[in-house]
Protein backbone atom coordinates (compact mmCIF):
# COMPACT_ATOMS: atom_id res chain seq x y z
CA UNK A 1 0.00 0.00 0.00
CA UNK A 2 0.94 3.41 -0.56
CA UNK A 3 2.27 5.71 2.13
CA UNK A 4 4.60 8.35 3.63
CA UNK A 5 5.97 7.22 6.45
CA UNK A 6 7.79 10.29 8.70
CA UNK A 7 10.36 9.64 11.37
CA UNK A 8 13.15 11.60 13.09
CA UNK A 9 10.91 13.90 15.57
CA UNK A 10 11.58 14.34 19.32
CA UNK A 11 12.49 16.60 21.88
CA UNK A 12 15.26 19.03 21.89
CA UNK A 13 16.73 22.82 23.69
CA UNK A 14 16.32 25.82 21.45
CA UNK A 15 19.56 25.93 19.59
CA UNK A 16 19.47 22.05 19.02
CA UNK A 17 19.17 20.00 15.86
CA UNK A 18 16.71 17.38 14.36
CA UNK A 19 17.12 15.43 11.35
CA UNK A 20 13.54 14.29 9.96
CA UNK A 21 13.42 11.49 7.45
CA UNK A 22 10.21 10.29 5.48
CA UNK A 23 10.19 7.34 3.63
CA UNK A 24 7.96 7.12 0.63
CA UNK A 25 6.51 3.03 0.53
CA UNK A 26 4.99 1.35 -2.24
CA UNK A 27 5.36 4.69 -4.82
CA UNK A 28 7.76 6.90 -6.43
CA UNK A 29 6.81 10.01 -4.81
CA UNK A 30 10.27 11.09 -4.78
CA UNK A 31 10.33 12.03 -8.56
CA UNK A 32 7.59 14.52 -7.99
CA UNK A 33 7.44 17.29 -6.06
CA UNK A 34 7.39 16.78 -2.27
CA UNK A 35 7.29 18.94 0.92
CA UNK A 36 7.46 19.24 4.73
CA UNK A 37 4.31 21.04 6.47
CA UNK A 38 3.79 21.59 10.19
CA UNK A 39 0.92 22.22 12.73
CA UNK A 40 0.95 23.62 15.86
CA UNK A 41 -1.62 23.06 18.38
CA UNK A 42 -4.14 25.71 17.44
CA UNK A 43 -2.37 26.65 14.59
CA UNK A 44 -3.62 25.72 10.85
CA UNK A 45 -0.96 23.65 9.11
CA UNK A 46 2.06 25.95 7.20
CA UNK A 47 3.70 24.86 4.44
CA UNK A 48 8.02 24.45 5.43
CA UNK A 49 9.93 23.73 2.55
CA UNK A 50 9.55 21.59 -0.70
CA UNK A 51 11.28 20.04 -3.35
CA UNK A 52 11.18 19.92 -7.13
CA UNK A 53 11.84 16.16 -9.15
CA UNK A 54 14.76 18.62 -10.46
CA UNK A 55 16.10 19.42 -6.70
CA UNK A 56 14.75 22.98 -6.54
CA UNK A 57 13.70 24.09 -3.30
CA UNK A 58 11.66 26.89 -1.13
CA UNK A 59 11.44 27.41 1.98
CA UNK A 60 9.02 29.71 4.34
CA UNK A 61 10.53 32.64 5.73
CA UNK A 62 10.17 31.93 9.11
CA UNK A 63 12.70 28.57 8.20
CA UNK A 64 15.33 30.26 5.36
CA UNK A 65 18.89 29.50 6.40
CA UNK A 66 17.98 26.88 9.21
CA UNK A 67 16.33 24.17 7.58
CA UNK A 68 17.21 22.19 4.68
CA UNK A 69 15.27 19.95 2.66
CA UNK A 70 16.79 17.05 0.51
CA UNK A 71 15.90 13.61 -0.97
CA UNK A 72 17.57 11.02 -1.79
CA UNK A 73 15.66 8.76 -4.76
CA UNK A 74 17.64 5.98 -4.85
CA UNK A 75 16.18 5.46 -1.41
CA UNK A 76 13.13 7.03 -2.09
CA UNK A 77 13.05 9.01 0.73
CA UNK A 78 13.06 12.69 1.99
CA UNK A 79 14.96 14.64 4.68
CA UNK A 80 14.47 18.26 6.62
CA UNK A 81 17.43 18.95 8.46
CA UNK A 82 16.37 21.62 11.01
CA UNK A 83 18.78 23.79 12.76
CA UNK A 84 19.40 26.65 15.66
CA UNK A 85 15.45 25.28 16.38
CA UNK A 86 13.58 27.29 18.31
CA UNK A 87 10.58 27.22 20.57
CA UNK A 88 7.91 28.11 17.74
CA UNK A 89 9.40 25.64 15.67
CA UNK A 90 7.67 23.04 17.98
CA UNK A 91 4.64 20.93 16.00
CA UNK A 92 3.77 18.23 14.42
CA UNK A 93 5.90 17.96 11.32
CA UNK A 94 4.08 16.07 8.15
CA UNK A 95 5.61 14.92 4.71
CA UNK A 96 3.29 15.52 1.69
CA UNK A 97 3.95 14.56 -2.09
CA UNK A 98 1.93 14.71 -4.92
CA UNK A 99 0.96 13.20 -7.60
CA UNK A 100 2.51 14.64 -11.12
CA UNK A 101 0.77 16.81 -11.68
CA UNK A 102 1.69 19.56 -9.93
CA UNK A 103 3.56 22.38 -12.66
CA UNK A 104 5.35 24.77 -10.04
CA UNK A 105 6.91 24.03 -6.79
CA UNK A 106 4.50 24.93 -3.84
CA UNK A 107 3.88 25.38 -0.33
CA UNK A 108 0.29 25.48 -0.28
CA UNK A 109 -1.49 22.47 1.44
CA UNK A 110 -4.24 22.16 -1.18
CA UNK A 111 -1.26 21.09 -3.71
CA UNK A 112 -0.54 18.12 -1.85
CA UNK A 113 -2.38 14.62 -2.51
CA UNK A 114 -0.71 12.13 0.17
CA UNK A 115 0.24 12.76 3.62
CA UNK A 116 2.03 10.74 6.55
CA UNK A 117 1.06 10.93 10.29
CA UNK A 118 3.27 13.26 11.23
CA UNK A 119 6.27 13.38 13.29
CA UNK A 120 5.89 15.53 16.80
CA UNK A 121 9.16 18.13 17.65
CA UNK A 122 9.27 19.31 20.43
CA UNK A 123 11.46 22.57 21.65
CA UNK A 124 12.37 23.92 24.47
CA UNK A 125 13.24 26.81 25.82
Known amino acids: QERLEESGGGSVQAGGSLRLSCTAL????????MAWFRQAPGKEREGVAA???????TYADSVKGRFTISKDNTKNALYLQMNSLKPEDAAMYYC???????????????????WGQGTQVTVSS
Open 96 to 114: AAEDGFLKTISLREADYNY
Open 26 to 33: GYTYVTYY
Open 51 to 57: IGSDGST
